[in-house]
């Protein structure tokens, strides 16, 4: 069995990749995508803890996690379609004033 | 170098490098395409992990409708090229900067241990079943039955407000 540390590492890996996507990246759908890639990143560590312990509730909280992700990328591409529709624009930079 | 350990570290090139490719795409469709493989990766991980019913829910939930949603959206708006320009000039260095720091950080802490993350190098043993879709839907319907129900009406709370968000509105 590979070591649960590797996966640990490699989670972190991920989940750094995908904050910089968020920092540096402009395009608010491809911040979604980064964001999409930091919950991957936690659901690979939970599936890794669950197999070193052999317990099943590691698996079942990312079968949540993956819920709440479904929700949250629906509504926020839903939130960007709103936005585009009134700015014609999705640069984060942009999206600075909260009446449309 | 047993199988298990060489297939890891393909699958850990190939996800680095498919996040790293959707970090720097210039287009936003390529990006998505980038992350489906990345999700594809971590779905192979999964069934690695002994968790065949997550890595199929990967594969559906995730790569497919999430991701078929965004592609959707990005040629709906048409948006492959836009937010490229950057208006604050400042803020790509600091981003890379912090994102630097929160590496180091990272590393520190896996490598001291410092975050009581000490765990012993040989897994428990498990159980042939362990993670088998019985397995997991037994536990998901008695122990969790409660957050499952909460779960549905997220997912009601969820549709109700994308189609709000993108009612045209009557003037």
């Known amino acids: 069995m590979v070591p649960v540390m590797y996966y640990v590492i490699l ?52 079968f949540f996690v993956m ?10 591409l839903a939130l960007i379609v709103a936005i585009f529709k009134t700015k014609a624009s999705i640069n984060v930079d942009q999206i600075n004033t909260l009446k449309g | ?42 779905a192979v991980f999964y069934l690695l992990l002994n968790a065949p019913f997550l890595a199929v829910a990967q594969v559906t939930v995730y790569a497919g409708a999430i991701m078929v949603l965004f592609l959707f959206v990005i040629m709906l708006l048409g948006a492959e090229k836009l ?22 950080e990272m590393v520190y802490i896996l490598v001291s241990g410092a975050g009581g993350l000490v765990v012993a190098s040989q897994g428990t043993t498990i159980n042939p079943d362990f993670g088998s879709p019985a397995n997991v839907g037994m536990e998901l319907f008695t122990k969790y039955l409660l957050p499952f129900e909460v779960t549905s009406v997220l997912l009601l709370v969820a549709i109700v407000g994308a189609i709000v968000m993108t009612r045209v509105e009557k003037k």
């Open chain 2, 83 to 104: 937010g490229q320009s950057q208006v604050q000039a400042w803020q790509r260095p600091l981003a890379i900067g912090l994102g630097l720091i929160l590496a180091a």
């Open chain 1, 11 to 62: 989670s972190a890996i991920l989940f750094i990749i995908g904050a910089l996507g968020v920092l540096i990246r402009r395009n608010a759908i491809v911040v979604f995508m980064s964001i999409e890639l930091m919950l991957n990143a936690a659901n690979l560590a939970f599936v890794a803890f669950a197999r070193q312990y052999a317990a099943t509730s590691g698996q079942l909280f990312v």
């Open chain 2, 1 to 42: 170098m047993t199988v298990q350990l060489i297939l890891f570290f393909i699958l850990a090139i190939v996800a680095v490098l498919t996040a790293v490719g959707m970090l720097v795409s210039k287009n936003a469709v390529y990006a998505a395409l980038y992350l489906i493989l990345n999700f594809a990766a971590v």
């Open chain 1, 67 to 76: 819920t709440v992700a479904a929700a949250e990328v629906a509504v926020g």
